[in-house]
């Protein structure tokens, strides 16, 4: 973790949560008036906004009335949407449920209705993706792994292994996560292996033992198996929680490319090629700043037939490394699996505006198949934790003391995706031509259900004049004011059309490779020059440039949260 000097005024909005949990609303966390966007549209479209003023909170309103004649919005922006071309299938988003979200939210006296609202379908979140550590993380409140013997002892027939207490905790709520939401995917990492098998003899810090690559590989080949046993199988895990990372204070562990190699390929990956239903392996699980290590891997053919994807994060470095090494593999998919917000932020609106200018549009926009932030739930204290961020924040925060619940900026920033895409949307083309052109982000997507679906974010202060036009239909399709700082969904339903290629998955021009024919993943290299690493300031304006938006100071610019 890396300390902050900025320590901005807090900008939130609580809602009381005592004995019972208010309804929501088709609107949002919150029963909440009709929103006043002005909207107008040929077809049927219904529209949901949130901004900073706390009565448009996932407000929704309907695009059956014409424009205010007295609009102010500038010039107007044209967004043209394409059912035709079709990009990325989307899995879902979520966040991680760590030994800390786990016990802010079982202790909760509303904790069965908060499940429902982040998990559950409309007016729920409908959260379909989680991430959990395997062992100790620096928002548990010890330092432990699954396999602890005392010191001098190891243990490579892995006979002490067992969930702790934590982990059974874990399972428990996610089970009931499940049956809320039996799409729900889970993605696990390791932030260390047990003390035994590394060069530190500790949790924190040291390297992983060649000799005991093995039974690493075991240990989390069993982790898989409980959680399968327990009805959980996973989706997917990573070998190692930021591999290039040695924190000071907490559990972590270097685990370079060359290393990761050997172990994917000479132990993990044929341990779980043999083993029924094993989880998909996700390279990296690390920053955009050293695309070069993921790249390493994937360049390996013996090791990249076991390669299931591949997970970032988001603090340090630019999207650009992400997008140049998906333009070389572009059938492997790529997920967003780490990004924290806190204290370091600057205010609700800009808040929003980092998350979904900065952060999620660019992903969705390079090729991302799921988006996870970090911490689902924290408390009011940012815990709890031992050793790490001190001032991270949670989706949503739950108040120790009274029970309320504040719904963060990443909340909505989330909902305004989750709630209206579920799991297996397509993103589809959507680009503005305007003079206005860049002052409006948007992505696109034909959702499971054969709906249309547009997001839409002005990062202005002043409010901005879109016009939406299909490729498949004639004239406008709508015509909407986006107030300032708003964030919009709409969605309605459109004569089905086919789709074309994706001319940026392989570009025809380029020549292609298949290396790996493995049914856990498909790696296609597009042969371009070599990546290099990504070095310089961290930044999130690159990710704003994808989205085709500027923001203002960003996460990282304000110092960041992690390595």
Known sequence: ?????????????????????????????????????????????????????????????????????????????EVRIDAAARRQTVLGFGAALTDAAVEVIRRSPVRDQLLRELFGGAPGLALAMVRVPIGASDFSRRHYSLDDVSTGQSDPTLTHFRLDPEGVGTIGLLKAVHAINPQLRIVASPWSAPAWMKSSRGLIGGSLEPKFYDAYAHYLLRFAQEYAAAGLPLYALTVQNEPRFEPKDYPGMLFPAAARQIFLRDHLGPLLAASHDAPLVLAWDHNWSHAEEPQAVLEDRSAARYVGGVAWHCYEGRIEAQIRLQGEYPAVPFHLTECSGGEWQH??????????AGLILPELRAGARSVMLWNIALDENHGPHLGGCTDCRGVVT?????????????????????????????????????????QVGHVAFVTAGDERALVLFNPSLEPRRVRVRDAGAAGVLAELDL?????????????????????????GKLATEVTNVLPAAVVVKVHRPKLEGVSGRPTWRALARVAGVSVGRSVIDSGGCRE
Not at 347 to 356: H, I, K
Not at 483 to 507: C, Y
Request: charged fraction near 20%; proline fraction near 6%.
């Open 1 to 77: 973790m890396k300390s902050r000097a900025l320590r901005p005024r807090r900008m939130t909005t609580r809602i009381a949560m005592a004995s019972a949990f208010l309804v929501l609303s088709h609107g949002g966390g919150v029963s909440l008036a009709t929103a006043a966007v002005s909207c107008r549209a040929a077809v049927e479209m219904h529209g949901w906004v949130t901004t900073e003023v706390t009565t448009q909170r996932l407000a929704p309103f309907r695009c059956d009335g014409g424009l205010s004649p007295d609009s102010s919005a500038a010039a107007v922006l």
């Open 483 to 507: 107030p300032g700082s708003a964030l919009i969904t709409l969605i309605w339903r459109a004569p089905r059309v086919e789709p074309k290629p994706d001319p940026s998955h392989g570009a």
């Open 347 to 356: 205010g609700w609106a800009e808040t929003l505006r980092q998350f979904v």
């Open 398 to 438: 739950v108040d120790s003391r009274s029970g309320a619940v504040t719904r963060n900026p990443e909340y909505y920033a989330l909902a305004h995706f989750s709630r209206f895409l579920g799991s297996g949307a397509v993103r589809i083309e959507s680009a503005d031509e305007s003079s206005a052109g860049g």
